[in-house]
């Protein structure tokens, strides 16, 4: 069926007869082939320029007669209508106060070494509170008006995002990158070659008030590791039984979340031999679904689960909201996952500093005999720990990036 998609019969057996290996053979593949410089319907692109544009600009378009494949074909008419709707963008951006519009294809692999500005997050007024909190109220009543339910959940969202965004002094030192064939743009640039960085200014007595370094600070590498302890807790009690109705919640808030920051959801599909296609995304998201479909419910629930966990990182980069501590806080009181079993206390020992060992250790003596833990060597004190743990066999301790309210291990006298 794919070779409809071939300009002609003679195209069709010239590429039967070139056809080199079984799996040129497969859709796929012949659709790839007859279709790589056309622009797919469904694409990014293609709804950021919209269909009615490019048939009013006399696009032409190719359906494929056995399936949902629609192309446009008109490539010169597509590269003018985004070339257009760029410079649309870049007015907009820079008529918003920063500094400079660039495209994405002026980076190529550079432009992960870039540096960012993020938005910064302010409190909301006493009328967008009051409002929030009016709005919130509607949401959980759900009194069987889905149309006044919807209403509040999208205005109560809009509230939230517009406490987030960035200073306009961020937008004068800084700039967007659009990436015009995925349709997304990055704000917040740093590229020294089109605006100088903002310098931090701080005075003498700002510098002498600054907040000393946490001692009990723990390195990016052992967060993700203890995210990844948090996480496969939370999977635990998403898989059984009494959770299983609030499982589905989260599956169904980490859903929403995505269509809403990403407008829609996209299947995307990273090759590193090949360029990428709309075509090998569709079916990388028709294998998958295939798989799960294929998986009872007990095998479904647990995949559910291990996806829907990510959304406790301990990391905030690494958390699937925004903002990443409101997640990850609802998240852990409607579920109190247990990372105990999770938790590798070899690592841990080995992987922090001297005060935290420290600190670690006063937890499981519940602060006792804690006085001259100061004078111990780094690396007594993490054979000290190791030997701690042994003495409570039994008796859980976890790190306090570990601890929910179902926490009952030892813990220090002045923590607890």
Not at 48 to 59: H, M, P, V
Not at 62 to 70: H, P, Q, R, T, V
Not at 321 to 344: G, N, Q, S
């Amino acid at each position: 069926m794919a070779f409809t998609m071939a300009p002609s019969k003679k195209a069709q057996a010239k590429y039967l007869k070139e056809a080199e290996h079984h799996w040129h053979l497969r859709a796929s593949e012949i659709r790839k082939h007859f279709t790589h410089t056309h622009l797919a319907g469904d694409s990014p692109l293609a709804n950021l320029i919209g269909r009615e544009n490019y048939l009013k600009a006399n696009g032409a378009i190719s359906e494929d007669l056995f399936g949902d494949n629609c192309y446009w074909t008109s490539r010169s008419i597509v590269d003018k209508l985004a070339s257009e709707r760029f410079e649309q963008m870049k007015a907009a951006y820079l008529a918003d106060g920063w500094a400079f519009v660039n495209p994405r294809s002026d980076y190529q692999h550079n432009f992960y070494s870039l540096s960012r500005e993020y938005p910064t997050r302010r409190q909301p007024t006493k009328e967008e509170q009051a409002e929030l909190d009016r709005l919130e109220k509607i949401i959980e009543a759900d009194d069987g008006d889905d149309d006044a339910v919807d209403a509040a959940e999208i205005r109560f969202d809009e509230i939230r995002e517009s406490l987030s965004g960035f200073s306009d002094e961020q937008k004068a030192h800084s700039g967007v990158v659009i990436d015009i064939d995925r349709a997304e743009n990055v704000l917040g640039v740093i590229d020294p070659k089109f605006a100088k960085p903002r310098k931090k200014k701080h005075s003498q007595a700002e510098s002498a008030n600054a907040a000393p370094k946490d001692p009990l600070a723990i390195s990016a590498a052992l967060s993700g590791r203890l995210s990844t302890a948090m996480q496969a807790g939370l999977a635990d009690a998403l898989v059984s039984q009494k959770n299983q109705n609030a499982a589905l919640a989260l599956l169904a808030a980490s859903v929403h979340a995505a269509i809403i920051r990403a407008g829609g959801i996209q299947v995307l599909h990273v090759d590193y031999n090949h360029s990428d296609t709309d075509d090998s995304a569709r079916d990388r998201f028709s294998a998958l679904f295939y798989r799960y479909r294929k998986m009872g419910k007990p095998r479904l629930l647990k995949a559910l689960a291990a996806l829907a966990a990510k959304s406790v990182s301990i990391k905030d980069a690494d958390c699937l909201y925004e903002p990443a501590p409101e997640a990850r806080k609802a998240v852990i009181e409607a579920f109190k996952p247990d990372a105990t079993k999770h938790f590798d206390r070899d690592d841990y020992s080995r992987s922090v500093s001297k005060p935290v060992l420290i600190a670690a250790i006063c937890d499981i003596r519940r602060g006792k005999n804690c006085d001259k833990l100061e004078t111990v060597k780094k690396v007594h004190l993490a054979e000290q720990l190791r030997i701690e743990f042994k003495s409570i066999a039994g008796k859980a301790w976890l790190p306090p990036q570990l601890r929910t309210e179902a926490y009952s291990g030892p813990v220090s006298v002045d923590d607890g």
